[in-house]
């Protein structure tokens, strides 16, 4: 399958609920065409995939490679921050966060509610001695339920 269909499939498996499988399409089709390595999109479209498969670290290097690559999503950042929190970095998250809010703060183009609410119910605990880090297993939490 050529790599544009390949990509075309990754698409369309992740609009179904088939993430992994997306995923796999979407590491084949790098094998194919090598310039997707310098596409932020390519970084941004994985990061939200590892993200939904619960693999927080590995989201988070995908995010912090799009922003590298001067993404144009200007959520980023935001999706950056849920990794480091979800991944028990607080104090690192918050202060992305914080950056983020502060760079958008004049744009109404993209919704910023989530992002105040996570900074003010994660920020308040850290202003009062709360741990700034935290080992978090997410994988093994996950399974438990």
């Not at 179904?16 to 995923?23: A, C, E, F, Y």
């Not at 999109?41 to 995939?49: D, K, N, Q, S, V």
């Not at 950042?77 to 202060?95: M, P, R, T, V």
């Amino acid at each position: 399958m050529p790599d544009e269909a390949k990509l075309a499939q990754t698409g369309f498996h992740k609009n179904i609920g088939n993430t992994k499988l997306s995923l796999g399409y979407y590491l084949e089709a790098r094998k194919f065409n090598k310039e997707y390595l310098k596409q932020d999109y390519y970084y941004f479209e994985m990061a939200g995939l590892l993200f939904e498969l619960k693999k927080f670290n590995f989201a988070a290097r995908f995010y912090e490679k799009a922003i590298e690559l001067k993404t144009e999503y200007r959520l980023s950042k935001a999706l950056l921050a849920d990794s480091y929190i979800h991944q028990g970095q607080y104090e690192k998250g918050i202060k992305l966060l914080d950056e983020f809010l502060t760079e958008e703060y004049d744009n109404n183009d993209i919704q910023k509610d989530e992002s105040y609410l996570k900074f003010l119910c994660f920020n308040s605990p850290l202003l009062n001695n709360y741990p700034k880090f935290q080992n978090r297993e997410p994988d093994k939490e996950y399974k438990e339920l």
